[in-house]
Protein backbone atom coordinates (compact mmCIF):
# COMPACT_ATOMS: atom_id res chain seq x y z
CA UNK A 1 0.00 0.00 0.00
CA UNK A 2 1.43 3.55 -1.10
CA UNK A 3 1.62 6.28 1.17
CA UNK A 4 -1.50 8.69 0.60
CA UNK A 5 -0.88 12.13 1.74
CA UNK A 6 -3.92 13.40 3.89
CA UNK A 7 -5.88 16.81 2.72
CA UNK A 8 -8.58 18.62 3.87
CA UNK A 9 -11.17 19.70 1.42
CA UNK A 10 -13.14 23.21 2.35
CA UNK A 11 -16.31 23.47 0.78
CA UNK A 12 -19.19 26.17 1.14
CA UNK A 13 -21.50 24.61 -1.48
CA UNK A 14 -22.51 21.82 -4.28
CA UNK A 15 -19.08 20.39 -3.83
CA UNK A 16 -18.58 18.92 -7.36
CA UNK A 17 -14.78 19.64 -7.15
CA UNK A 18 -14.71 18.20 -3.57
CA UNK A 19 -16.33 14.86 -5.46
CA UNK A 20 -13.69 15.10 -8.16
CA UNK A 21 -11.31 14.61 -5.77
CA UNK A 22 -12.69 12.44 -3.97
CA UNK A 23 -13.42 10.09 -6.64
CA UNK A 24 -10.05 10.59 -7.24
CA UNK A 25 -8.67 9.69 -3.91
CA UNK A 26 -10.75 6.50 -4.35
CA UNK A 27 -8.33 5.41 -6.62
CA UNK A 28 -5.67 2.82 -5.06
CA UNK A 29 -2.64 4.55 -6.80
CA UNK A 30 -3.74 7.96 -5.87
CA UNK A 31 -1.13 9.62 -3.29
CA UNK A 32 -3.85 11.63 -1.35
CA UNK A 33 -6.84 10.83 0.41
CA UNK A 34 -9.72 13.08 1.98
CA UNK A 35 -8.96 13.16 6.06
CA UNK A 36 -11.75 15.84 6.84
CA UNK A 37 -14.29 17.93 4.49
CA UNK A 38 -15.27 21.20 5.82
CA UNK A 39 -17.50 23.26 5.29
CA UNK A 40 -18.43 27.07 6.75
CA UNK A 41 -22.39 26.76 5.69
CA UNK A 42 -23.93 23.67 7.92
CA UNK A 43 -26.46 23.67 4.74
CA UNK A 44 -23.70 22.97 1.97
CA UNK A 45 -25.17 20.07 -0.23
CA UNK A 46 -21.45 18.64 -0.29
CA UNK A 47 -21.60 17.42 3.31
CA UNK A 48 -24.24 15.71 1.96
CA UNK A 49 -21.82 13.43 -0.65
CA UNK A 50 -19.04 13.55 1.93
CA UNK A 51 -20.97 11.26 4.21
CA UNK A 52 -22.52 9.24 2.06
CA UNK A 53 -18.63 9.37 0.49
CA UNK A 54 -18.21 7.68 4.27
CA UNK A 55 -16.07 10.50 5.19
CA UNK A 56 -15.43 12.69 8.31
CA UNK A 57 -17.01 16.16 8.02
CA UNK A 58 -17.38 18.98 9.86
CA UNK A 59 -19.84 22.20 9.70
CA UNK A 60 -18.51 25.63 11.31
CA UNK A 61 -20.96 28.00 10.46
CA UNK A 62 -18.84 31.58 9.84
CA UNK A 63 -22.04 33.58 10.94
CA UNK A 64 -21.86 32.95 14.88
CA UNK A 65 -18.56 34.93 14.44
CA UNK A 66 -19.78 38.23 12.88
CA UNK A 67 -16.84 40.31 11.83
CA UNK A 68 -14.28 38.17 13.63
CA UNK A 69 -13.02 36.29 10.10
CA UNK A 70 -10.23 35.16 12.56
CA UNK A 71 -11.34 33.78 14.99
CA UNK A 72 -13.46 31.71 12.45
CA UNK A 73 -10.35 30.88 10.67
CA UNK A 74 -9.02 29.40 13.97
CA UNK A 75 -11.70 27.28 14.87
CA UNK A 76 -11.28 25.83 11.05
CA UNK A 77 -7.26 25.85 11.70
CA UNK A 78 -8.12 23.59 14.60
CA UNK A 79 -10.39 21.29 12.60
CA UNK A 80 -7.81 21.00 9.67
CA UNK A 81 -4.50 20.23 12.51
CA UNK A 82 -6.96 17.87 14.36
CA UNK A 83 -7.62 15.95 11.19
CA UNK A 84 -4.02 15.21 10.58
CA UNK A 85 -4.45 16.91 6.91
CA UNK A 86 -0.95 17.68 5.12
CA UNK A 87 -2.46 19.90 2.72
CA UNK A 88 -5.84 21.93 2.49
CA UNK A 89 -7.86 21.86 -0.92
CA UNK A 90 -10.15 25.06 -1.48
CA UNK A 91 -13.05 23.68 -3.66
CA UNK A 92 -16.02 26.41 -3.89
CA UNK A 93 -14.79 27.67 -0.46
CA UNK A 94 -16.27 31.26 -1.20
CA UNK A 95 -14.79 32.76 2.09
CA UNK A 96 -11.96 35.61 1.54
CA UNK A 97 -8.97 34.39 3.82
CA UNK A 98 -7.28 36.52 6.66
CA UNK A 99 -3.87 36.18 7.00
CA UNK A 100 -4.15 33.80 9.56
CA UNK A 101 -5.13 31.24 7.57
CA UNK A 102 -2.90 31.81 4.71
CA UNK A 103 0.58 31.99 6.60
CA UNK A 104 -0.70 28.96 8.57
CA UNK A 105 -0.83 26.86 5.56
CA UNK A 106 1.46 29.21 3.44
CA UNK A 107 2.43 27.10 0.11
CA UNK A 108 0.34 23.53 1.51
CA UNK A 109 -3.23 25.60 0.53
CA UNK A 110 -4.70 24.76 -3.16
CA UNK A 111 -7.67 26.88 -4.58
CA UNK A 112 -9.36 26.22 -8.09
CA UNK A 113 -10.91 28.98 -9.63
CA UNK A 114 -13.40 29.72 -12.72
CA UNK A 115 -10.91 31.39 -14.82
CA UNK A 116 -7.93 31.80 -16.18
CA UNK A 117 -5.98 33.59 -13.57
CA UNK A 118 -4.58 36.44 -14.04
CA UNK A 119 -7.57 37.22 -16.01
CA UNK A 120 -11.33 37.51 -14.06
CA UNK A 121 -10.46 37.18 -10.70
CA UNK A 122 -13.07 37.50 -8.17
CA UNK A 123 -16.95 36.20 -8.69
CA UNK A 124 -18.95 36.05 -11.77
CA UNK A 125 -15.93 35.06 -13.65
CA UNK A 126 -18.40 33.83 -16.78
CA UNK A 127 -20.12 36.80 -17.13
CA UNK A 128 -17.20 38.84 -17.07
CA UNK A 129 -15.00 36.37 -19.57
CA UNK A 130 -18.58 36.74 -22.05
CA UNK A 131 -18.85 40.93 -21.62
CA UNK A 132 -14.50 40.91 -22.05
CA UNK A 133 -15.22 38.81 -25.86
CA UNK A 134 -12.94 36.46 -24.79
CA UNK A 135 -12.05 33.96 -27.41
CA UNK A 136 -10.93 31.53 -24.39
CA UNK A 137 -11.46 30.55 -21.18
CA UNK A 138 -11.33 27.90 -18.13
CA UNK A 139 -10.19 27.53 -14.41
CA UNK A 140 -6.65 27.59 -12.68
CA UNK A 141 -5.33 25.54 -9.55
CA UNK A 142 -3.09 27.99 -7.33
CA UNK A 143 -1.47 28.13 -4.13
CA UNK A 144 -3.57 30.40 -1.82
CA UNK A 145 -1.33 33.33 -0.89
CA UNK A 146 -2.62 36.85 0.73
CA UNK A 147 -3.70 38.35 -2.71
CA UNK A 148 -7.05 36.77 -3.58
CA UNK A 149 -6.80 34.63 -6.61
CA UNK A 150 -3.44 35.62 -7.01
CA UNK A 151 -0.54 32.58 -5.57
CA UNK A 152 1.37 30.84 -7.80
CA UNK A 153 -0.34 28.79 -10.68
CA UNK A 154 0.26 24.68 -10.58
CA UNK A 155 -1.91 24.20 -13.96
CA UNK A 156 -4.97 25.48 -16.22
CA UNK A 157 -7.31 23.82 -18.48
CA UNK A 158 -8.45 25.71 -21.40
CA UNK A 159 -12.22 25.70 -23.11
CA UNK A 160 -13.33 27.74 -25.93
CA UNK A 161 -16.13 30.47 -26.29
CA UNK A 162 -18.28 30.04 -28.47
CA UNK A 163 -20.62 32.50 -30.07
CA UNK A 164 -23.56 32.88 -28.38
CA UNK A 165 -22.19 31.01 -25.06
CA UNK A 166 -24.34 32.02 -21.90
CA UNK A 167 -22.65 32.62 -18.86
CA UNK A 168 -24.22 29.26 -17.53
CA UNK A 169 -23.17 27.31 -20.34
CA UNK A 170 -19.59 28.53 -20.23
CA UNK A 171 -19.97 27.39 -16.72
CA UNK A 172 -20.99 23.88 -17.28
CA UNK A 173 -17.94 23.84 -19.79
CA UNK A 174 -15.76 25.31 -17.62
CA UNK A 175 -17.01 23.02 -14.25
CA UNK A 176 -16.21 19.84 -16.42
CA UNK A 177 -12.61 20.44 -17.17
CA UNK A 178 -12.41 21.50 -13.33
CA UNK A 179 -13.39 17.95 -12.45
CA UNK A 180 -10.51 16.54 -14.35
CA UNK A 181 -7.83 19.16 -13.60
CA UNK A 182 -8.26 19.67 -9.79
CA UNK A 183 -7.03 16.00 -8.86
CA UNK A 184 -4.20 16.28 -11.95
CA UNK A 185 -2.43 18.90 -10.36
CA UNK A 186 -2.86 18.21 -6.65
CA UNK A 187 -1.10 14.71 -7.91
CA UNK A 188 1.52 16.32 -9.70
CA UNK A 189 1.71 19.07 -6.86
CA UNK A 190 2.02 15.85 -4.20
CA UNK A 191 4.67 14.12 -6.48
CA UNK A 192 6.53 16.79 -7.45
CA UNK A 193 7.08 19.64 -5.16
CA UNK A 194 5.65 18.89 -1.61
CA UNK A 195 7.11 15.13 -1.65
CA UNK A 196 10.64 17.16 -2.19
C1 LIG B 1 -16.38 26.18 -8.87
O1 LIG B 1 -16.66 26.61 -10.16
C2 LIG B 1 -15.12 26.85 -8.35
O2 LIG B 1 -14.14 27.03 -9.33
C3 LIG B 1 -15.66 28.17 -7.88
O3 LIG B 1 -16.90 27.87 -7.27
C4 LIG B 1 -17.45 26.70 -7.88
C5 LIG B 1 -17.73 25.69 -6.81
O4 LIG B 1 -18.45 24.60 -7.33
N1 LIG B 1 -14.78 28.80 -6.96
C6 LIG B 1 -14.66 30.12 -6.85
O5 LIG B 1 -15.32 30.90 -7.50
C7 LIG B 1 -13.62 30.57 -5.85
N2 LIG B 1 -13.54 31.97 -5.83
P1 LIG B 1 -18.47 23.22 -6.57
O6 LIG B 1 -18.95 23.50 -5.15
O7 LIG B 1 -19.47 22.39 -7.32
O8 LIG B 1 -17.09 22.62 -6.59
Given at each position: ??????????????????????????????????????????D???????????????????????????????K??????????????????????????????????L???????????????????????????????????????E??????????????????????????????????????????????
Amino acid sequence: MMQKTPIAVLISGRGSNMRALIEACERPDYPARIALVLSNRPDAAGLEIARAAGLQTIAIDHKPFGKDREAHERKVDAAIRASGAEIVCLAGYMRVLTPFLVNAWNGRMLNIHPSLLPAFPGLHTHEAALAAGAKEHGCTVHLVTAGVDEGPILGQARVPVHAGDTPDGLAVRVLEQEHVLYPAVLLDFIINRYAE
